[in-house]
């Protein structure tokens, strides 16, 4: 279930973020790779579209690869004719941190 529900959440993501509009997200629980390839997105998505990447996969031979997003090929992209130019994303993180016993009460 959390896989499919974090897959879920990833293509909202992107997709938003391909479609120009402005995001909040929030990334409790979010590891480093992940955060810095997802900030490397939001830098470039008004140059180029991306999708989802394999995300964390161990290998048969027990090689890691973290790979999250993905640079969408020109025929995977549709067409923008007529569409506005795109600008930059302005990026703020906000940290936020609270008591064990509230976190767990809110997650319940």
């Known amino acids: ?13 992107v997709t938003a973020l391909n479609e120009g509009r402005d995001v909040i997200m929030d990334g409790t ?19 180029k579209r991306y999708r989802m990447g394999v995300g964390y996969k161990v290998a048969d031979d027990g090689s890691v ?7 969408a090929e020109e025929d995977d992209v549709p067409s923008e004719k007529g569409v506005k130019e795109r600008h930059p994303y302005k990026i703020e993180l906000v940290g936020v941190v609270c008591d064990a016993h509230l976190a767990v009460v809110r997650g319940i």
Do not use: C, G, K
Request: hydrophobic residues 35%; aromatic residues 10%; charged residues 25%.
């Open 1 to 13: 279930v959390h896989q499919s529900s974090t897959d879920a959440a990833s293509s909202l993501l």
């Open 29 to 47: 629980l979010s590891w480093e790779p992940f955060v810095r390839q997802t900030i490397e997105m939001v830098r470039n998505v008004h140059r």
């Open 65 to 71: 690869t973290e790979s999250y997003w993905e640079e």
